[in-house]
Structure formats: structure tokens, C-alpha cells
């Protein structure tokens, strides 16, 4: 069912309506060349990485973003703004993966080459603080209200990707303990298995070692790269329509409250 934008607009994808910049899309697109430029310019010169010419790209971005943010936090309130930051997050997060995925399948780089746009975010970490940030703000929208079935399927999916990463947190640490023992030095321990795909738990584990479990394609045998890479993809089919669903009734209700904004541009 279509819903009714501020701006008098009938609304197929309520969701376009949030992250829509309106009023500020000339200063993004100006942001957007800007940062362009100036990242090449700095490749272009040796002044920067690749990974440093993003930053500056993601940096100039804030500027039409944050007035952006406070204008949706007015317009539809907290929760609202807080949904369109973690979609368009998740959105860059996306296209992270997707590089590192187009690098090592359609490249043929190496596994430890294929590391994306933003090389020194791929730690463990940072995988690790990301998606525990990322589960922390699902449930607090859950909590004030941001309730549907793809919004709960969301919180399971990505609760189970969380504890993967986890896992894999715990096992980074335990073996940089090990190799500190060890008094082995210049290993970073980065890249270890999780629980699914090649060499993950799902495949050792002595419960799963003598079934079917340990041999089921894909699973147990996906490189470490597919298999966050389709956690990852999985997690925006969710979100996508989580945050369209709530924004088709956030903007009824809207229209109910204020009918005059739905008919005056």
C-alpha cells in the first residue's frame, strides 16, 4: 500500500522518502565531487592509500549527512534517523564486501589481497565492534517501537551473525595468547574460521566431524570471505524491507496527525 510523502508525493518505498536528501542534495553532490577529487588527487600524487583516498570520501560526506540526520530526527523523530543511518551504513558496508568478493572471484587476488576498500578496517576487531553496534541499535529500535516480522527476523540474523564474529574475536585472541607464549612475533593471527565455512567449527567439531553436517556445501566449505560476505547480504534483504515497513506507518500516522503537509508542497 502507497503512503503520502511530506511533500505531497505518493509513496510506493516510503523508505526512498527518509533517505532521500531533499534539501540538502546540492551540498551532497557537491560532497561528492569534492571528495572524489580530492581522493584521486591524493592517489594520484602518492599522498594516499586507496583505503585513505575512502576516508576522505566517507569525511566529506558527514558534512551533508549530519544536517541531513537532524533534519529526518525533526521531521519523523529519533528512531526514524536512526533507521536511516544504519541503512545507509549497512549500504557502504555492502559495497565493502562486494569489493572484496569482485577482488578475489573476478580479480583472482589473493585471500589476504582481497581486503576491500578499507584495508585497515579489516581486523578483527573492528568486525567485532561493527556488528555488535550494529545488533545493539536493532534491538534499541525494536525497543522504541520499530516492531514488524522482518524487523524480529533482522534481530535473529543478526544476533546469529554477531556471535560468529564473536567466536572468532575469542579465537583471534586466544591465539595471539598462544603465539605471545610462544614469544612468536610478526604473526597478526587475522582471518581465522568461524563457525560456518572452510575449516569453521561446523566442520572440526568432533560433534558434527562423523555427519552429513561437516560435508554439507557451502556451509562447511565456503571460503571465510563468502561466507560473511552472504551474512552480510542476508542481513540488508532484512533490513531493507524492516525499514520500509516502518516508515509506511510512521508516514500514515504522520499524514493522520498533520493532513495539511500531505497536500501542501
Not at 586507496?50 to 528512531?79: C, E, F, Q, S
Not at 605471545?180 to 587475522?190: M, Y
Not at 566431524?209 to 552480510?232: M, Q, Y
Request: charge should be positive; include cysteine.
Amino acid at each position: 500500500m502507497s503512503t503520502t510523502s511530506v511533500y505531497g508525493k505518493p509513496k510506493v518505498l516510503p523508505l526512498l522518502e527518509l533517505i532521500h536528501p531533499h534539501e540538502y542534495a546540492a551540498l551532497l553532490l557537491a560532497a561528492s565531487v569534492l571528495g572524489v577529487g580530492a581522493g584521486l588527487l591524493g592517489v594520484q600524487l602518492g599522498v594516499l592509500p586507496i583505503w585513505g583516498a575512502v576516508v576522505v570520501l566517507l569525511v566529506i560526506l558527514l558534512v551533508p549527512a549530519i544536517p541531513k540526520w537532524n533534519a529526518d530526527r525533526k521531521r519523523y523523530g529519533t528512531l526514524a534517523m536512526l533507521v536511516c543511518i544504519l541503512v545507509l551504513t549497512q549500504g557502504f558496508h555492502t559495497v565493502e564486501h562486494l569489493a572484496q568478493w569482485v577482488q578475489y572471484h573476478l580479480l583472482g587476488w589473493e585471500m589476504r589481497a582481497a581486503v576491500g576498500l578499507l584495508s585497515p578496517a579489516n581486523a578483527e576487531w573492528v568486525h567485532f565492534i561493527w556488528n555488535w553496534l550494529v545488533l545493539l541499535t536493532i534491538m534499541a529500535l525494536i525497543g522504541g517501537g520499530v516492531r514488524n516480522r522482518w524487523m524480529w527476523l533482522l534481530l535473529a540474523w543478526a544476533s546469529a551473525h554477531t556471535f560468529e564474529h564473536t567466536y572468532m574475536f575469542m579465537r583471534h585472541l586466544q591465539t595471539l595468547e598462544e603465539l605471545h607464549r610462544l614469544d612468536i612475533a610478526g604473526v597478526t593471527a587475522q582471518g581465522l574460521p568461524g563457525i560456518l565455512g572452510q575449516d569453521g567449527w561446523l566442520m572440526r567439531s568432533e560433534w558434527t566431524r562423523s555427519t552429513f553436517i561437516c560435508r554439507l556445501p557451502g556451509l562447511t566449505t565456503a571460503p571465510r570471505l563468502d561466507v560473511h560476505f552472504w551474512w552480510n547480504i542476508g542481513e540488508v534483504i532484512l533490513l531493507l524491507p524492516a525499514a520500509n515497513t516502518y516508515m509506511a506507518r510512521l508516514m500514515a500516522q504522520h499524514a493522520l496527525q498533520y493532513p495539511t503537509s500531505a497536500s501542501v508542497r
